[in-house]
Each structure stands twice: as structure tokens, then as C-alpha cells.
């Protein structure tokens, strides 16, 4: 026959639509064109795919050859579509069976000797596959993204080396001869995964007790305070006391990582933890491009994204972070394009006090004049602190205290508190605490007569909104949550207001 029809994936955002892959021969002057919205990636494909087909010694017809990808409104980037497009160039001419090719979505880059190359966006191609209609059908991808897709439960992944392995799965009769399905218990998983651990922080009592609250309720924290106190090692830390994730929070974060071609399979159900630098665009942070692919907030979904020297930040760049912090998602659009990313993660930032760093040092080591202190201050905007559910301060360890100190509590002792807290929220509410609904807070959060007078007093006295208000409330929940108790009282509403104080005004 003249005409081969195959199935395969695009991506669009986080999903995976699929594609027809037609391939038709005419007479006519020899030719070979693709058409279907293809970018530049997809258009060098018939380069690859000639040079695979001679180079294992295939004919490529001297006929005039059309590919078309259908829907032709979807755009089509990277070297995935070489693989269907050489097998449905090898059936149409005859080279191969036809019969069994409807049975399969195919997705591999092609070398010129016809090995396949990895591709990006693997295991969101089996998780689409997985969650449409043809879920029986069986995907055929190039053997180093197998164990990657093979994550996706019940996926038909069949690994292949070669273009002639598919190629010679298609011709053989004897089954033994076909490709094998691939096992989802081949990838070398880490049922235990590993983090820093909170043992090897030195004092800092108060804001490790911070930090276990914040990773109960997944609370956002700003940590303010002189070089060298422990910030940045005490963010690190944050993700091994974390809840375990459940099997589709880490097909969500998975997913993501593999679209931005980032994902390990060795750290499959570890909570990711993304540190961007200061220099980091608002496209870098949110995700954009011509065809937008995730930024960091999207990349850290259930995990940590830590912003370290917070002020240094450009404040657009900051000013993002405003809408996803309250919904959780990031809508990307651009002129012909749109695409929405989860951005469900937990805010961690970190800042001096001041340019120096020193202000408010015992020291006194500070020579920084106010207007120096409230400018640098000020780069963060009023309404993004606000959305931050805790700030506290960071102070600097004595040298008597890092010598005699003894080691802290492991990561051990405190995921345990965390993860009990974090069931008693679920069994309560089917959520965490920071996730809660204006309805939700009045039901769940609403404090015994004493934490509500000292809450409203607290509320004259700074000043505070409505947002505030709200998110004082879910933190003396999780606090209450972490100490067992049915009703949040007015010790619990203490530490919060404790654990939201401001920056320190010069």
C-alpha cells in the first residue's frame, strides 16, 4: 500500500495530546515533505531518517513522499516523530508489515545509524497514554526512557535499541523474537530517599521548631538574618521531614521534570528542591518560550523552591510568584500559545537585614543608615510579604555554641510529628492546612474565646489584613495539630503572631 497511518504524542504544557502520523507515497518527482505545524526539530527529521533508512540497508522510495501530522494546529517540536515517520515510510513502500502497527504509539529520535536517542517528555507520553481510551496499546520508545515510563503503573512500555529492532519486531514470526514488554520493577528505585538531615544543624531551636510547623501545614517562611546563620543549610534540610509522597504526587512532579528533560529515575518520590539564583529571569522562574515549557515554581511542584538573597531578586521577577503562591497553578500564555502548569510548591526564602547583613547583630557591626535598611527592605513588595505565612528571624551562633554543642535531632524524629500532624489534617479536612478555603478556615481553624481576643488585639495592633488574619489561623491550626489538641487555643494563636513578625524596622 501507499499510505501507513501511526500513532504517536506531542506535548502541550504538561499533557500529551496525541498525533496521526500519515505517510503517503505518490508518483511524481521524488520529494519528501512534512507538513502539520512542524518546528525546525522536526523538519531536520527528514535528514535522519534518509540517512537511517540507507544506513541499515532499507530502500527509501524515489517517490514523492508527504507526512502529514495531524491535528495540524498542534505544534510539533524535538526529534521524537523520527521513529513513526521511518516505520510508516517502511510500511507504506511494503518493507514492513502493516498489520500490527495500529496496536502501538511510537516516539524515539533517530541517529543517522539508526539507533534511537532518548527523548524528553516520556513518562508524560505513558501517563497521557495510560489515562486515554487506548490505554492497552502498547508504546514503543527508545530503551534509555524506558525505565522512566515504566513509572507510569500499568503502562505497556516496549523498549527498543535500534530503528531494525522495531523494525524486526514487526517481521518476526515467532514471538519470542518481538520486543518485551518491560517490567515496572527493572528501575533501580530508592524506596527511602535521602536528604540532608536536621542532625547536623548546630542550635537554632526556635527555627527548627519554624520549619517542622511549616512542613506540617506546607506554610511558606521567610528567614531573615546575618551571613553565615544557617539559612541555606537549614532550607536544605526541609524537604527530609516532608510527608512521604503519594504515588500521584510523584507521577505529577515526575511528569514535569521529564517534559523540561530533567527527570532521574533514581529520584522517582523525592521531593524536589529548587534553588534558582538571584540572576534568575521571570520566564526562568514561571516557564515560557515559544512553546512554553515549566519554569522553576512548576519544576519544584510538591517539593521546596528556596530563594536565597530575596532582596537581590529583580522585584517583577518577585512579583510573579504573587498568583501562584494563592491558586497553586501557573497559566503561561504567549501570542499563539497557552499553557498551564501545577505550581503547587512550599515557599522557602532567605534574606539579610540589611545590605551588610548586620543589622540588629549583637555586634554592632552594622554602620548601614536607615534610609540604607528600609530601601534594601523595601525591594520586597508589601503585598508578597504578606502572602508569606511566617517570617522569622535567624540569629547568629556563638562560638561557644558550635563548639559544645551536641547534635541536633535527626530528620527522623521530626518527620514522624510532621507526618502524624499531616493525617490528623486529612482525616479532618481531606487537605493541609495552607490549602484551606475562607469556608474551611471558619469551620476548622476557629479558636477558643481566649486566642480570639488575643488575635483580634494582635490584629489593631500591626495592622494586619484580612489575608493575615486568615493565614494566622491556619498556622495556629497546624501548631495545634502538631500538639494533638481539638481546639486551637490562645497558646497556640501566641505563636503564631510569634512565628508572622515583621522585618525589623531600622
Given at each position: 500500500?501507499?499510505?501507513?497511518?501511526?500513532?504517536?504524542?506531542?506535548?502541550?504544557?504538561?499533557?500529551?495530546?496525541?498525533?496521526?502520523?500519515?505517510?503517503?507515497l505518490?508518483?511524481?518527482l521524488?520529494?519528501?515533505?512534512?507538513?502539520?505545524l512542524?518546528e525546525?526539530?522536526?523538519?531536520?527529521?527528514?535528514?535522519?531518517?534518509?540517512?537511517a533508512?540507507?544506513?541499515?540497508?532499507?530502500?527509501?522510495?524515489?517517490?514523492?513522499?508527504?507526512?502529514?501530522?495531524?491535528?495540524?494546529?498542534?505544534?510539533?517540536?524535538s526529534?521524537?516523530?523520527?521513529?513513526?515517520?521511518a516505520?510508516?515510510?517502511?510500511?507504506?513502500?511494503?518493507?514492513?508489515?502493516?498489520?500490527?502497527?495500529?496496536?502501538?504509539?511510537?516516539?524515539?529520535e533517530?541517529?543517522?545509524?539508526?539507533?534511537?536517542?532518548?527523548?524528553?517528555?516520556?513518562?508524560?507520553m505513558?501517563?497521557?497514554?495510560?489515562?486515554?481510551?487506548?490505554?492497552?496499546?502498547?508504546?514503543?520508545?527508545?530503551?534509555?526512557?524506558?525505565?522512566?515510563?515504566?513509572?507510569?503503573?500499568?503502562?505497556?512500555?516496549?523498549?527498543?535499541?535500534?530503528?531494525?529492532?522495531?523494525?524486526?519486531?514487526?517481521?518476526?514470526?515467532?514471538?519470542?523474537?518481538?520486543?518485551?514488554?518491560?517490567?515496572?520493577?527493572?528501575?533501580?528505585?530508592?524506596?527511602a530517599?535521602?536528604?540532608?538531615?536536621?542532625s547536623?544543624?548546630?542550635g537554632?531551636?526556635q527555627?527548627?521548631?519554624?520549619?517542622?510547623?511549616?512542613?506540617?501545614?506546607?506554610?511558606?517562611?521567610?528567614?531573615?538574618?546575618?551571613?553565615g546563620?544557617?539559612k541555606?543549610?537549614?532550607?536544605a534540610r526541609?524537604?527530609?521531614?516532608?510527608?512521604?509522597?503519594?504515588?500521584?504526587?510523584?507521577?505529577?512532579?515526575?511528569?514535569?521534570?521529564?517534559?523540561?528533560?530533567?527527570?532521574?529515575?533514581?529520584?522517582?518520590?523525592q521531593?524536589?528542591?529548587?534553588?534558582p539564583?538571584h540572576?534568575?529571569?521571570?520566564?526562568?522562574?514561571?516557564?515560557?518560550?515559544?512553546?512554553?515549557?515549566?519554569?522553576?515554581?512548576?519544576?519544584?511542584?510538591?517539593?521546596?523552591?528556596?530563594?536565597?538573597?530575596l532582596?537581590?531578586?529583580?522585584?517583577?521577577?518577585?512579583?510573579?510568584?504573587?498568583?501562584?503562591?494563592?491558586?497553586?497553578?501557573?497559566?503561561?500564555?504567549?501570542?499563539?500559545?497557552?499553557?498551564?502548569?501545577?505550581?503547587?510548591?512550599?515557599?522557602?526564602?532567605?534574606?539579610?537585614?540589611?545590605?551588610c547583613?548586620?543589622?540588629?547583630?549583637?555586634?554592632?557591626?552594622?554602620?548601614?543608615?536607615?534610609?540604607?535598611?528600609?530601601?534594601?527592605?523595601?525591594k520586597?513588595?508589601?503585598?508578597?510579604?504578606?502572602?508569606?505565612?511566617?517570617?522569622?528571624?535567624?540569629?547568629?551562633?556563638?562560638?561557644?555554641?558550635?563548639?559544645h554543642s551536641?547534635?541536633?535531632?535527626?530528620?527522623?524524629?521530626?518527620?514522624?510529628?510532621?507526618?502524624?500532624?499531616f493525617?490528623?489534617?486529612?482525616?479532618?479536612?481531606?487537605?493541609?492546612?495552607?490549602?484551606l478555603?475562607?469556608?474551611?478556615?471558619?469551620?476548622?481553624?476557629?479558636?477558643?474565646?481566649?486566642?480570639?481576643?488575643?488575635?483580634?488585639?494582635?490584629?489593631n495592633?500591626?495592622?494586619?489584613?484580612?489575608?493575615?488574619?486568615h493565614?494566622?489561623?491556619?498556622?495556629?491550626?497546624?501548631?495545634?495539630?502538631?500538639?494533638?489538641?481539638?481546639?486551637?487555643?490562645?497558646?497556640?494563636?501566641?505563636?503564631?503572631?510569634?512565628?508572622?513578625?515583621?522585618?525589623?524596622?531600622?
Amino acid at each position: 500500500m501507499s499510505l501507513a497511518v501511526l500513532k504517536s504524542r506531542a506535548l502541550a504544557g504538561m499533557n500529551a495530546p496525541q498525533v496521526t502520523v500519515e505517510v503517503h507515497l505518490a508518483n511524481g518527482l521524488p520529494g519528501f515533505a512534512i507538513v502539520g505545524l512542524p518546528e525546525a526539530e522536526v523538519k531536520e527529521a527528514k535528514d535522519r531518517v534518509r540517512a537511517a533508512l540507507l544506513n541499515n540497508h532499507f530502500e527509501f522510495p524515489n517517490r514523492r513522499i508527504v507526512v502529514n501530522l495531524a491535528p495540524a494546529d498542534l505544534p510539533k517540536e524535538s526529534g521524537r516523530f523520527d521513529l513513526p515517520i521511518a516505520l510508516g515510510i517502511l510500511a507504506a513502500s511494503g518493507q514492513i508489515p502493516a498489520d500490527d502497527l495500529d496496536h502501538y504509539e511510537y516516539a524515539g529520535e533517530l541517529s543517522l545509524s539508526g539507533a534511537l536517542r532518548p527523548i524528553r517528555g516520556a513518562l508524560a507520553m505513558a501517563y497521557a497514554i495510560q489515562r486515554s481510551s487506548d490505554r492497552q496499546r502498547g508504546f514503543i520508545i527508545p530503551q534509555d526512557n524506558a525505565d522512566e515510563a515504566a513509572l507510569v503503573q500499568d503502562a505497556c512500555i516496549y523498549p527498543a535499541g535500534s530503528l531494525l529492532e522495531v523494525c524486526a519486531h514487526f517481521a518476526a514470526v515467532d514471538p519470542d523474537a518481538r520486543l518485551a514488554r518491560h517490567s515496572a520493577s527493572a528501575p533501580p528505585i530508592d524506596a527511602a530517599p535521602r536528604y540532608p538531615d536536621f542532625s547536623e544543624v548546630k542550635g537554632q531551636l526556635q527555627v527548627k521548631r519554624a520549619l517542622e510547623i511549616a512542613a506540617a501545614g506546607r506554610h511558606s517562611v521567610l528567614m531573615v538574618g546575618p551571613p553565615g546563620a544557617g539559612k541555606s543549610m537549614l532550607a536544605a534540610r526541609l524537604p527530609g521531614i516532608l510527608p512521604p509522597m503519594t504515588e500521584q504526587q510523584a507521577l505529577e512532579s515526575a511528569a514535569l521534570q521529564s517534559v523540561n528533560g530533567a527527570f532521574a529515575v533514581s529520584r522517582w518520590k523525592q521531593r524536589p528542591y529548587r534553588a534558582p539564583h538571584h540572576t534568575a529571569s521571570a520566564a526562568a522562574l514561571v516557564g515560557g518560550g515559544s512553546i512554553p515549557r515549566p519554569g522553576e515554581i512548576s519544576l519544584a511542584h510538591q517539593g521546596v523552591l528556596f530563594l536565597d538573597e530575596l532582596p537581590e531578586f529583580d522585584r517583577r521577577v518577585l512579583e510573579v510568584l504573587r498568583e501562584p503562591l494563592e491558586s497553586g497553578r501557573i497559566t503561561i500564555s504567549r501570542a499563539a500559545r497557552q499553557a498551564e502548569f501545577p505550581a503547587g510548591f512550599q515557599l522557602i526564602a532567605a534574606m539579610n537585614p540589611c545590605p551588610c547583613g548586620y543589622f540588629g547583630h549583637a555586634g554592632g557591626a552594622c554602620r548601614c543608615s536607615p534610609d540604607i535598611v528600609a530601601r534594601y527592605q523595601g525591594k520586597i513588595s508589601g503585598p508578597l510579604l504578606d502572602r508569606i505565612d511566617m517570617q522569622i528571624p535567624v540569629a547568629a551562633l556563638k562560638h561557644e555554641d558550635l563548639r559544645h554543642s551536641a547534635a541536633g535531632e535527626p530528620s527522623s524524629a521530626i518527620a514522624e510529628r510532621v507526618a502524624l500532624a499531616f493525617a490528623r489534617q486529612l482525616q479532618r479536612q481531606d487537605s493541609v492546612n495552607s490549602l484551606l478555603t475562607p469556608n474551611g478556615i471558619d469551620t476548622h481553624c476557629r479558636p477558643d474565646d481566649s486566642g480570639a481576643q488575643l488575635l483580634s488585639h494582635a490584629m489593631n495592633r500591626l495592622n494586619w489584613s484580612a489575608r493575615a488574619y486568615h493565614r494566622v489561623l491556619k498556622l495556629a491550626r497546624t501548631i495545634a495539630d502538631l500538639a494533638d489538641a481539638q481546639i486551637v487555643a490562645a497558646a497556640h494563636v501566641a505563636e503564631a503572631i510569634q512565628l508572622r513578625r515583621a522585618l525589623r524596622e531600622p
